[in-house]
T-cell receptor
Framework: EDQVTQSPEALRLQEGESSSLNCSYT??????LFWYRQDPGKGPEFLFT???AGEEKEKERLKATLTKKESFLHITAPKPEDSATYLC???????????FGKGTTLSVSS | DSGVTQTPKHLITATGQRVTLRCSPR?????VYWYQQSLDQGLQFLIQ???????AKGNILERFSAQQFPDLHSELNLSSLELGDSALYFC???????????FGPGTRLLVL
């Protein structure tokens, strides 16, 4: 069964304290690894898509990387406005549904 | 703003009732997906439509149904509602031959 597991469930950081979020997946024939940001009561906001091991993408303070079994979302010098739940997902084998992890809730305090 | 719109934003109803959730995809997107998000289950795929045709089904209950119209907007119908159906319902859309899905703001359903 295809699965996506995210860790940690929750992460508290001080402003400027860099860290990484982990997403491990078990899926045959990866059809994309997706990162989304979700604020409370809002829809997931697309961040990145990765397709190949070794691929990296950056956006402001966020950088996503991909290996054969894991993806990391690195947050450099976070600010309070980076506080949100970060969701990782993979495409299913049919290339239709996204299979989501439970998310990592990040809190950044000033 | 993803370009995906959903109405209504909030819906409060009683057990046994039926409701309809509406979604308009981004301009040019042919695929529409419906997801349910509850506190304990996370985001769960329900169903996908592509250019008016059902393409894939996930863990969608028989009490739930959906359709996509010629103008590509989609509706999710939930009937015989139960307390456990209370959740956030999201619609997403994607462009042809693209796997990235863009989500709408969601409809929060509360069944009392």
């Amino acid at each position: 069964e295809d699965q996506v597991t995210q860790s940690p469930e929750a992460l508290r950081l001080q402003e400027g304290e860099s860290s990484s979020l982990n997403c491990s997946y078990t899926v045959s024939g990866l059809r994309g690894l997706f990162w989304y940001r979700q604020d409370p009561g809002k829809g997931p906001e697309f961040l990145f898509t990765l397709y190949s091991a070794g691929e990296e993408k950056e956006k402001e303070r966020l950088k996503a990387t991909l290996t054969k079994k894991e993806s990391f979302l690195h947050i450099t010098a976070p600010k309070p406005e980076d506080s949100a739940t970060y969701l990782c997902a993979t495409g299913d084998q049919a290339g239709t549904a996204l299979i989501f992890g439970k998310g990592t809730t990040l809190s950044v305090s000033s | 703003d993803s370009g995906v719109t959903q109405t209504p934003k909030h819906l409060i109803t009683a057990t046994g009732q039926r409701v309809t959730l509406r979604c308009s995809p981004r301009s040019g997107d042919l695929s529409v997906y419906w997801y349910q998000q509850s506190l304990d289950q996370g985001l769960q795929f329900l169903i996908q439509y592509y250019n008016g045709e059902e393409r894939a089904k996930g863990n969608i209950l028989e009490r739930f149904s959906a359709q996509q119209f010629p103008d590509l907007h989609s509706e999710l119908n939930l009937s015989s509602l139960e307390l456990g159906d209370s959740a956030l319902y999201f619609c997403a859309s994607s462009a042809p031959v693209q796997e990235t899905q863009y989500f709408g703001p969601g409809t929060r359903l509360l069944v009392l």
